[in-house]
């Protein structure tokens, strides 16, 4: 789906765009080059996220339940590869971020941005997806998204178990299953908009975020109604879901969401996503958004180590600063790149998780020592 890789392109710009902004001292002085706009991408960028929160929603119900009915698969080794893909290339960069902060530690030694010294517990915590559940400092910016992405995942797991329980208990025919399956979701994502994702302390858990998750979800199985009525049903119903919402608790988040999803139902009913539809000279944004994930992994330690060069090294003017922020980026999409191809792409397995797992712990034992 081209288009939505694209799309993924633009939302992991305004997302790195964010991070540029805000972290380490080169803003302070390229700001001044361009206030507006790094006023904007520090206030507003991050809203960015929930352009992914949806379409990773879109694509679990297009692997796990492509046709609305639960699925027979074999729960673990779904959550096994989830699991795997998100953590193979995560442990690397992390591993990176670690390196590089012990690196330019002394160099920046007054920034608030670079993470602490890393113990072992901490460490392990990462690696298991659990550092802000259990309260630990990131060892980099936006790796709680991959925490809350595996328990979304396995959150959207456990409502398809739990609908294809309930069809085998109840001997339902696959209609009714998926319709099944559709309210249940519905009345999760119905819960999350209104009263978890209201409460602030529990967004280090996937139930604050399933609203925006949840709506990506019922937008596929939408864009596979047999009806066209029955499509603009579903799109009336996400319509009033999503306002009420808003009206109840207005939340620029939840906004983007709504506006995500319903112009992704849109797409699909024009069939949009089909990928002769999208014209070749949006390739580099569609090559963009597959190498998103890497990017928005990897850009972070790239951040600190152009930023300790640059004012380690370099006087501190807004055009050598600006110019420092280009380099980072350009940087980090090269380094994209290469995680992409040498991690990201790669096929998961037991050993290749244990083997970047004990990389992570050793880069952590190396900046201790």
């Known amino acids: 789906m081209p288009l939505l890789d694209a799309v993924k392109g633009v939302a992991c710009l305004l997302i790195v765009g964010h991070h540029l902004s805000r972290y380490g001292p080169l803003p302070a002085g390229a700001s001044s ?152 979701v519905l009345g999760l994502v119905i819960a999350s908009l209104d009263i978890f994702n209201r409460r602030s302390e529990l967004d280090v858990t996937a139930i604050y975020f399933f609203g925006s998750y949840g709506l990506g979800m019922l937008v ?61 000279a949006a390739a580099p944004l569609v090559r963009l958004g597959r190498i998103s994930y890497s990017l928005f992994l990897i850009h972070f330690p790239i951040l600190l180590l152009v930023s300790a060069g640059v004012s380690g090294f370099l006087p501190a003017t807004p055009w050598i600063d600006m110019l420092g922020l280009v380099a980072t980026l350009l940087l980090s999409i090269g380094a994209a790149v290469l995680l992409y191809r040498w991690v990201e792409c790669r096929r998961v397995t037991w050993r290749a998780l244990l083997a970047l797992f004990a990389l992570l712990l050793a880069c952590g034992a190396a900046a201790a020592a």
């Open 33 to 184: 080059l361009a206030p507006a706009v790094f006023d904007w991408l520090s206030q507003n960028g991050r809203l960015a996220v929930q352009v992914f929160l949806v379409l990773a929603g879109f694509l679990a119900a297009a692997s796990l339940a492509p046709d609305g009915v639960p699925g027979r698969s074999g729960a673990w080794s779904r959550v096994f590869q989830r699991y795997g893909r998100l953590v193979m290339p995560y442990l690397v960069a992390l591993s990176v971020s670690v390196l590089v902060a012990a690196l330019v530690r002394p160099l920046l030694h007054d920034d608030d941005a670079v993470p602490g010294v890393p113990g072992m517990a901490q460490l392990l915590a990462h690696g298991l997806l659990l550092q802000d559940l259990l309260g630990y400092e990131a060892l980099s910016t936006g790796v709680w998204y991959v925490a809350i992405d595996f328990q979304l995942f396995v959150l959207a797991l456990a409502v398809i178990g739990l609908a294809g329980w309930l069809q085998g208990r109840w001997a339902m025919r696959r209609e009714r299953a998926a319709w099944l399956l559709a309210a249940l």
């Open 220 to 280: 596929f199985w939408i864009g596979r109604a047999s009806s066209r009525s029955g499509w603009r049903f579903a799109v009336l119903v996400l319509l009033l879901v999503g306002g009420a919402a808003l009206a109840l608790d207005w939340r620029s988040r939840i906004a983007i969401a709504l506006v995500t999803a319903l112009a992704v139902a849109v797409l699909q009913h024009l069939n949009a996503l089909d990928p002769t539809a999208w014209p070749a």
